[in-house]
């Protein structure tokens, strides 16, 4: 069974870095499209960013202040943050599928969420 463990959340004040890491389990993990997604507190979980080999998009929000990254050898992405804002509060999730996209519904595999916390 896939498995993925995101870790690496925390509570950092605005303009502050963080990274994240999800390191994947059970599958072939080359051949999977990586993504993480983001879900605050009484909103939709929403896209964040994605990764296909080397070629990566972000959402709007995030585009020139966030960075994903995978490392295949050690079967685990990475989301690098910087300049973080108050907005970017929330659960994070990496998730895995074969679908190089920005829904849900194109990651059927789900780490259990990470929080990140920024305060002003």
């Known amino acids: 069974q896939v498995q993925l463990a995101d870790t690496g959340g925390g509570l950092v004040q605005a303009g502050d870095s963080l990274r994240l890491s999800c390191a994947a389990s059970e599958l072939t993990f080359k051949n999977f499209n990586m993504g993480w997604f983001r879900q605050a507190p009484g909103k939709e979980r929403e896209f964040v960013a994605a990764?296909?080999?080397?070629?990566?998009y972000y959402a709007e929000s995030v585009e020139g202040r966030f960075t994903i990254s995978r490392d295949n050898a050690n079967n685990t992405i990475y989301l690098q943050m910087n300049n973080l804002k108050p907005e970017d509060t929330a659960v994070y999730y990496c998730a895995a599928g074969q679908h190089f996209g920005r829904t849900l519904n194109d990651y059927p595999y789900w780490g259990q969420g990470t929080q990140v916390t920024v305060s002003t």
């Open positions: 990764i296909r080999l080397s070629l990566t």
